[in-house]
Nanobody
Framework: QVQFVESGGGSAQAGGSLRLSCVIS????????LGWFRQAPGKEREHVAT????????DYANSVKGRFTISRDNAQSTLYLQMNNLGPEDSAVYYC?????????????????WGKGTLVTVSS
């Protein structure tokens, strides 16, 4: 069974940093597109950052561009999201996700695998 398990969420002050990790088991991840999505109360789940199967192509939401960095370590079956200069607007449950096509859509409906999420809370 394929599992995506997030960790690294927690509380941070505005301007602070967190690094999220997602460990993937049940299959090799080399051909998967991977990404991070988030959902805040009262809002729809939204794209944060994605990375294609090769790691050569990344895509960031405009709201996080320049602050967040997505990366992957296929040997360790792990996806990362480095989040810097956090603000209260970044507070949400963050989900890691995978896509069988290798290229990752920004629409959450296009993802094939999901983790259960990790909560990030940023205070001002």
């Amino acid at each position: 069974q394929v599992q995506f398990v997030e960790s690294g969420g927690g509380s941070a002050q505005a301007g602070g940093s967190l690094r999220l990790s997602c460990v993937i088991s049940g299959r090799t991840i080399g051909l998967l597109g991977l990404g991070w999505f988030r959902q805040a109360p009262g809002k729809e789940r939204e794209h944060v950052a994605t990375i294609d199967w090769s790691g050569a192509k990344t895509d960031y939401a405009n709201s996080v561009k320049g602050r967040f960095t997505i990366s992957r370590d296929n040997a360790q079956s792990t996806l990362y999201l480095q989040m810097n200069n956090l603000g209260p607007e970044d507070s949400a449950v963050y989900y890691c996700a995978g896509n069988l096509l290798g290229e990752v859509p920004t629409d959450p409906a296009g993802m094939d695998y999901w983790g259960k999420g990790t909560l990030v809370t940023v205070s001002s």
